[in-house]
């Protein structure tokens, strides 16, 4: 690939990310090109001498439609789920054509919207409000573990969603260094690593392998159920889950739970009971060897004809009745 896969907006907004969290930084009055060379998102070919683009800078700065000729199951996925009545309040495609899809813009659209709500105790420095709290770090730190331990060959791509009570986030690949070592921290084994120097050049990620027990300490410091890790494979995957519930309140949200199956249960109980008696009527109205129509089985239980069918078709699954026809001329009969 040339150069020209970047997207130069999202370029030149890292650089001002960089500039801004390392001022007077050396490489400040590099042109582009040389620019993305340090940061490791560019490199010399030796066979042509020409620059040109990484995997890891394809990735971070590149348009999704040109990431994909390299990743084809390339896909970062966010979704909002704040509403049980609706299937998302909130969602964010990198396929979607109106934004770049990269990992960069993705990274900030998705942290913003993380953080938007969550409840972090009012803290002040002097008479300056401090918005930026270990809880705020800490989810910085998952998102970019996210991104950069992902294997971009992997189907089904990343999927963060952000939930009433918590955030999950999921990534194809296993974990390196292993579930064990990764709690314990002091091994820092990325999968991208050159994605992982990006983010640590703009003030993001750790590289001392302590960024998934720091999290869990914001945690616990915040007196919120500790975070799990789970890890599913065929194909690999690793799904990470913060919740902001603390023990309390997770037992009542449990009781909660099951009253509503109870619930549940006792009116399927209900409707169940009277199923079985419909289907029971429509059994004893039917002579041996005489067919019926839908409307003749609607009759008898003072039904419509999509009530009648879908019994028909139960006792036909169940093979105490017989459908012979198609359409509307389908005519039934009880099986002898």
Same mark, same amino acid.
């Given at each position: 690939?040339?150069?020209?896969?970047?997207?130069?907006?999202?370029?030149?907004?890292?650089?001002?990310?960089?500039m801004?969290?390392?001022?007077?930084?050396?490489?400040?009055?590099?042109?582009?090109?040389?620019?993305?060379?340090?940061?490791?998102?560019?490199?010399?070919?030796?066979?042509?001498?020409?620059?040109?683009?990484?995997a890891?800078g394809?990735?971070?700065?590149?348009?999704?439609?040109?990431?994909?000729?390299?990743?084809?199951?390339?896909?970062?996925?966010?979704?909002?789920?704040?509403?049980?009545?609706?299937?998302?309040?909130?969602?964010?495609?990198?396929g979607?054509?109106?934004?770049?899809?990269?990992?960069?813009?993705?990274?900030?659209?998705?942290?913003?919207?993380? =953080?938007?709500?969550?409840?972090?105790?009012?803290?002040?420095?002097?008479?300056?409000?401090?918005?930026?709290?270990?809880?705020?770090?800490?989810?910085?730190?998952?998102?970019?573990?996210?991104?950069?331990?992902?294997?971009?060959?992997?189907p089904?791509? =990343?999927v963060?969603k952000?939930?009433?009570d918590?955030? =999950?986030?999921?990534?194809?690949?296993?974990?390196?260094?292993?579930?064990?070592?990764?709690?314990?921290?002091?091994?820092?084994?990325?999968?991208n690593?050159?994605?992982?120097?990006?983010?640590?050049?703009?003030?993001?990620?750790?590289?001392?392998?302590?960024?998934?027990p720091?999290?869990y300490?914001?945690?616990?410091?915040?007196?919120?159920?500790?975070?799990? =890790?789970?890890?599913e494979?065929a194909?690999?995957?690793?799904?990470?889950?913060? &919740?902001?519930?603390?023990?309390?309140?997770?037992?009542?949200?449990i009781?909660?739970?099951?009253?509503?199956?109870?619930?549940?249960?006792?009116?399927?109980? *209900?409707?169940?009971?009277?199923?079985?008696k419909?289907?029971?009527?429509v059994?004893?109205n039917?002579?041996?060897?005489?067919?019926?129509k839908?409307?003749?089985?609607?009759?008898?239980?003072?039904?419509?004809r &999509?009530?009648?069918?879908?019994?028909?078709?139960?006792?036909?699954?169940?093979?105490?009745?017989?459908?012979?026809?198609?359409?509307?001329? *389908?005519?039934?009969?009880?099986?002898?």
């Open positions: 690939m040339q150069m020209d896969v970047f997207n130069q907006e999202t370029v030149h907004s890292y650089r001002n990310r960089h801004a969290y390392r001022r007077e930084h050396v490489w400040q009055q590099l042109g582009d090109e040389d620019y993305l060379e340090r940061v490791g998102a560019a490199r010399m070919s030796y066979l042509d001498g020409k620059m040109h683009p990484t890891a394809l990735l971070m700065f590149g348009d999704e439609y040109k990431i994909v000729y390299e990743y084809p199951e390339y896909f970062l996925d966010f979704r909002e789920l704040l509403d049980p009545s609706i299937r998302w309040t909130d969602r964010l495609q990198s979607s054509g109106d934004w770049t899809g990269n990992l960069f813009d993705f990274f900030f659209r998705v942290y913003g919207k993380l =953080v938007k709500d969550v409840k972090i105790p009012f803290k002040l420095e002097g008479a300056v409000r401090v918005d930026d709290t270990p809880v705020h770090k800490a989810i910085r730190e998952a998102l970019a573990n996210c991104l950069v331990n992902t294997d971009f060959y992997l089904r791509g =990343v963060i952000k939930e009433s918590g955030i =999950v986030m999921e990534n194809p690949g296993s974990i390196r260094t292993g579930k064990k070592q990764m709690l314990k921290g002091g091994i820092s084994d990325p999968r690593k050159a994605l992982m120097k990006m983010f640590n050049m703009i003030g993001i990620g750790e590289r001392a392998g302590s960024g998934v720091d999290i300490a914001v945690w616990e410091s915040q007196g919120w159920i500790m975070p799990q =890790v789970i890890e494979y194909p690999d995957r690793t799904i990470l889950r913060l &919740s902001f519930l603390t023990k309390t309140e997770e037992k009542k949200a009781k909660k739970s099951d009253r509503k199956k109870v619930t549940e249960k006792s009116d399927r109980k *209900k409707v169940t009971e009277k199923t079985r419909q289907l029971q009527v059994l004893n039917m002579q041996p060897e005489k067919e019926y839908v409307e003749e089985v609607a009759d008898w239980l003072d039904v419509g &999509s009530r009648a069918r879908t019994l028909l078709k139960m006792l036909v699954d169940d093979n105490k009745v017989v459908e012979t026809g198609i359409t509307k001329m *389908k005519r039934y009969r009880i099986n002898r």
